[in-house]
Structure formats: structure tokens, C-alpha cells
């Protein structure tokens, strides 16, 4: 009787620790709804009954390269839950980056996901950046053909092509949605803008600069 006793126990225990945070969100807000009829589920898609699924609800044509003539100078093109279907609640996706010479992804960050990165063609320089609570140290490496690299969840890292030559890596994600807040994009470009005096106090520079950064096209290049 105590063995049993004590295995529920531990089992209520076991419980309360498994329900003691949120999950991980798979878009940036779930606002509530009554009528279910025009709601989603929390994952952001429905599921369709398994036996009307088929092969094509899992498969994607076509990961080619991407146009790179841009401001940036590389194209991402991402294959998620929005491209198969199939990947729903499988928390996984990828992305296939193209850089020409010199090209860039800017600095960004994935909300929901970790990314692993390999390198199929060029030299990239790539980087993270920690947390405040590891007083924002920069992780850096130069990465040849066939060499791999992570990226941890959440936090802002870019790579850029330092080759004489086009380049290409693949990413994989830890989500089927992982979202992507490019930080120029979101600090300069936001829509409505953020008060130049805000951004002018956290950046330390005059007003005027601030505006003239607003001014810009920032250009998305996913």
C-alpha cells in the first residue's frame, strides 16, 4: 500500500513539474476566441483527418536558387509548415540561403526556433550574440564548404558572404514556424515608426540621425 501511495506521489509530482510552464508558442500572438468556427488551433493549423493525407502533403518541388539581386545581396527562401502542409506539429523546417560576393543576411533572430546552418558552397562568416546575462558576447567563425553551425534559440546572429564567389547554406529549424525579426527591419522600419526620441535615447545619437535611419527602405530579403 505505501508503494502505491508513494508512486502516486511521485506521479502527481512528476505532473506538476511537466504543467509548470507554457509551451512554446508557434506564432507571435494567440488572441482568445469563443467561436471556433473562425479560431485556430494554438499551432496555428488544423489538422486534416490522417486518412485523406497523401505523399504530396509532405513533399516540396523545387528548393532552387534564390535571386540575390538585391540591396543585400541574398535571398532566403524557407520551406515551412506554410509550404507542406505535413510538417504541422512536427516542429521542424529549413531554409535555403543564396549570397552573391560580399552579400548578407542581417543580423535577425527566430523567435521560436534553434538553427543549424551548413555551408554546401562558399565561405561565410557568421555570429551570434548572447544575452545580457552573458554580458552580450559575440560567438564568431568563419565556416568553408561541408562546415556546420548553431545557432541558439532566440538569439540575433547573421552570417555573411566573405568568399570571391557565390555561396550557399542550408538551415534547419527547431519549429515549423519559426518566425524571423530582421533587426533593422523591426527597430527602423517598424509600422507605426518607433519615437525618434526612444530610439535616439537607446542608440546615444542625435534625433536626426535617428530620422534619417527611418527614412530608409529596409529591405527584406525572406
Not at 540575390?68 to 506539429?89: D, F, R
Not at 550574440?129 to 556546420?148: C, E, I, M, P, Y
Not at 530582421?182 to 517598424?190: D, E, L, R
Amino acid at each position: 500500500m505505501k508503494v502505491v501511495q508513494f508512486l502516486v506521489v511521485l506521479l502527481a509530482l512528476a505532473s506538476s513539474v511537466a504543467f509548470a510552464y507554457d509551451p512554446s508558442p508557434l506564432q507571435d500572438f494567440c488572441v482568445a476566441i469563443n467561436d471556433t468556427k473562425t479560431g485556430v488551433f494554438v499551432n496555428g493549423k488544423f489538422c486534416k483527418d490522417p486518412k485523406l493525407a497523401y505523399a504530396d502533403d509532405f513533399f516540396y518541388r523545387g528548393l532552387g536558387a534564390g535571386d540575390t539581386a538585391n540591396p543585400l545581396g541574398s535571398k532566403v527562401t524557407a520551406v515551412t509548415v506554410n509550404e507542406i502542409l505535413g510538417l504541422n506539429t512536427l516542429g521542424i523546417s529549413l531554409a535555403r540561403i543564396d549570397f552573391a560576393p560580399k552579400g548578407l543576411n542581417p543580423p535577425h533572430t527566430h523567435p521560436r526556433g534553434t538553427e543549424i546552418l551548413v555551408v554546401l558552397e562558399g565561405t561565410l562568416y557568421v555570429g551570434f550574440v548572447a544575452s545580457n546575462q552573458n554580458d552580450n558576447r559575440l560567438f564568431t567563425k568563419v565556416l568553408n564548404k561541408g562546415d556546420v553551425f548553431v545557432f541558439p534559440i532566440g538569439l540575433i546572429h547573421f552570417q555573411q558572404n566573405v568568399g570571391y564567389g557565390n555561396a550557399v547554406a542550408i538551415a534547419a529549424l527547431s519549429s515549423q514556424n519559426p518566425g524571423v525579426i530582421t533587426i533593422a527591419n523591426a527597430v527602423f522600419g517598424s509600422k507605426p515608426p518607433i519615437s525618434d526620441d526612444v530610439l535616439a535615447k537607446a542608440f546615444q545619437v542625435d534625433v536626426k540621425i535617428i530620422d534619417y535611419l527611418q527614412k530608409q527602405f529596409w529591405y527584406n530579403n525572406s
